[in-house]
């Protein structure tokens, strides 16, 4: 690719607290920025909305699952529920 003739990146705006950008208003790729809340978004190629780019918590992540935390837990991988759970312990408590 000619470095020379690199296209132009342009990235939407919006504004107004808890404002998501809907499918229609980005392009699969484009980037949308709600500056009220300081978050990133994208539309990937399934059509869906993404928060790419806040600060949030592994709770609201959608491959993870915490249920009653207590110190010292870790995330251990259940196939079953293709999900990251929180655990207290490995089985036969070795690593």
């Known amino acids: 690719m000619d470095l020379n003739h690199q296209p132009k ?4 705006k ?9 499918a229609s208003q ?4 484009e980037l949308g920025v709600n500056s009220t809340d300081s978050r990133v978004y994208t539309k990937n190629q399934s059509g869906v909305v993404l928060d790419v780019g806040s600060s949030g918590s ?3 992540l959608t491959d993870v699952q915490l249920t009653s935390l207590a110190n010292d837990n870790f995330l251990q991988y259940n196939t ?11 089985d036969g408590g070795n690593f």
């Open 26 to 29: 980005l392009g699969i790729g």
């Open 58 to 60: 592994i709770s609201s």
């Open 14 to 22: 919006f504004t107004g607290a808890g404002y998501v950008p809907t």
């Open 80 to 90: 079953a529920a293709s999900k990251w759970v929180n655990s207290s312990a490995l």
């Open 9 to 12: 990146i342009s990235i939407k």
